[in-house]
């Protein structure tokens, strides 16, 4: 079964590029990757941008609307994601409370729609 | 078995075809090992009957397993680990409490829709919905069917416990609606704590949970008086209580502390115990009250708790000193909407001779009561002051 595990954080808080903590928190990435990748339940996964470079796009009635930012202003933004091939629920759960920033952010946990 | 909802439909045909069978047939020598296999009968009709649909993959290898599986050795213990895994999948962190409990209440407990619905004050098709949504979110979310892994046992165990408790307290208390004690929730709350505890029988908390619920509930006949009031433990004719349930409990508790892995529930039980031992409330160890809420709060520190330790403390110091505990509890002014609060602090104000001071405690509690019995009590004991 496929999980999406969906990274949110508040991006102001957290820790700060060239501090001791941020590093951290990449070498943190570092291993968590290494870890879903030897195990073999990596599919695929990426951090993004910061939300400012968000841009939203809308059809309605036939024109396109582009809009800057997210579709929803939100007090915690989607920051990455990973896709893991998980047996259950538990197994992708408990991958997800070891992604560094569910330390200070949260971690959201979707079954991958399958078509059959 | 993995999957919830076809080990729940193949059981229920087998409790339907012992139905047809037995009264005709005699009941079998060994009835559960009798329905455990008819249930992989049923099992296996039900996969062929969809064979016209593609069969998934797993559901091929399940039907595989049953076809060709010899049957356990142990039927018992395939039951029993079958129940278990139920009762983990019933009470999962990712569903809902309110699905919890319904789910638990449904498959674990066996009640209707209908049963669960008007015990929950709500509409059968509400809970209906309600258990619909909790079974495909199991199986959207890909929620297991499997006791958890030794890792995630104490906190998934803790789940199992409080969703039990919850069903207790929701007969208990009952918080809205005139029933002061909804009777059959809580019937229901301990068999699904003795069933746990059959299951889980080296669980000290699974033991603690129980004592508890059977020493609460031994008081239900002595809670509500002739008119439904409620009647506080302080005014209980404690010739009403239940003995029986008391000495169940009390056992229960004695055994299990000695295991010396004390939790929360068995803290609780002993505060329920002590008073169960009191032949009145004067004669009651208000002092080891005090120091069990104090060891509980350690372990779980929550207003509700210390509140109960103010209360305690005043009948172990006096009422004044009860409510200095309160004062320097609502510190910042966080219990000023918690109705708990408000009741306690105005019966201490009465013991403590000051009625003015009583009287606004009094008011301000009522007006933040749902339960009709409360409110009456609440409002008689404001009028016995004004007088």
Sequence with gaps: ?116 | MRDLELAEDVLQDAFVAALQHWPRHGVPAHPRAWLLRTARHKAIDRFRRDANFQLKRTEMEILTELESGAMPDDFDEAIEDDRLRLVFTCCHPALSEQARVALTLRTIGGLTTTEIARAFLVPETTMAQRLVRAKRKIKGAGIPYVVPAPHLWPERLNSVLAVIYLVFNEGYAATSGDQPTRAALCDEAIRLGRILLELVPREPEAAGLLALMLLHDSRRDARVDSTGHLVTLELQDRSLWNLQQINAGTRLLRRTIDRDRVGPYQIQAAISAVHARAGNHDATDWHQVTSLYKHLYELHPSPVIALNGAVALSFAAGAEAGLLALTELNGQGALEHYQPFHAARADLLRRAGRAQDAAIAYRRALVLTRNVAEQQFLEARLQELLQ
């Design chain 1, 1 to 116: 079964m496929q999980f999406m595990l969906l990274i949110y954080s508040d991006e102001s808080a957290g820790p700060k590029p060239e501090t001791p903590e941020f590093g951290e928190l990449m070498q943190g990435y570092g291993a968590f990757t290494e870890e879903v990748k030897t195990s073999g339940v990596m599919e695929s996964g990426a951090p993004l941008q910061a939300v400012a470079t968000a841009t939203t796009v809308r059809v309605r009635n036939g024109s396109t609307e582009i809009i800057d930012g997210p579709f929803a202003e939100t007090k915690e933004q989607l920051g990455g994601f990973y896709i893991l091939d998980c047996e259950d629920l538990d197994t992708a759960l408990s991958y997800a409370a070891k992604i560094p920033t569910a330390k200070h952010g949260s971690i959201e946990v979707r079954p991958i729609m399958v078509f059959e």
